[in-house]
Nanobody, 123 residues
Framework: QEQLVESGGGLVQEGASLTLSCVAS????????SGWFRQAPGKEREFVAA????????YYADSVQGRFTVSRVNAKNTVSLQMNSLNPEDTAVYYC????????????????WGQGTKISVSS
């Protein structure tokens, strides 16, 4: 059974850093593009960051550019999201996802999703 599992969420204060990890089991991430999305209460799911299967291309939402870094280690079947300078607007459930084709920024193009990990940032 194919599965993506996120970890690393939690409650932090404004300005703190966190790293989210996404590990794939039952399949390999190495041939799939990977993305991170988030959904805050009462809001639609939004794109955060993505990385190509090789790691050679990365994409970021304007709201996180310069603060977040997406990376991957294919040998470990893992994709990570390093988040710095967190602020209350970053509070959301964060999901990792993987896909074979399509626009990295469009969540509809992703085929596989994790269950999400919650991040709460207090001011």
């Amino acid at each position: 059974q194919e599965q993506l599992v996120e970890s690393g969420g939690g409650l932090v204060q404004e300005g703190a850093s966190l790293t989210l990890s996404c590990v794939a089991s039952g399949r390999t991430l190495s041939t799939y593009g990977s993305g991170w999305f988030r959904q805050a209460p009462g809001k639609e799911r939004e794109f955060v960051a993505a990385i190509s299967w090789s790691g050679g291309f990365t994409y970021y939402a304007d709201s996180v550019q310069g603060r977040f870094t997406v990376s991957r280690v294919n040998a470990k079947n893992t994709v990570s999201l390093q988040m710095n300078s967190l602020n209350p607007e970053d509070t959301a459930v964060y999901y990792c996802a993987s896909k074979s084709t399509g626009n990295y920024r469009n969540y509809l193009t992703y085929e596989y999703w994790g269950q999400g990990t919650k991040i709460s940032v207090s001011s």
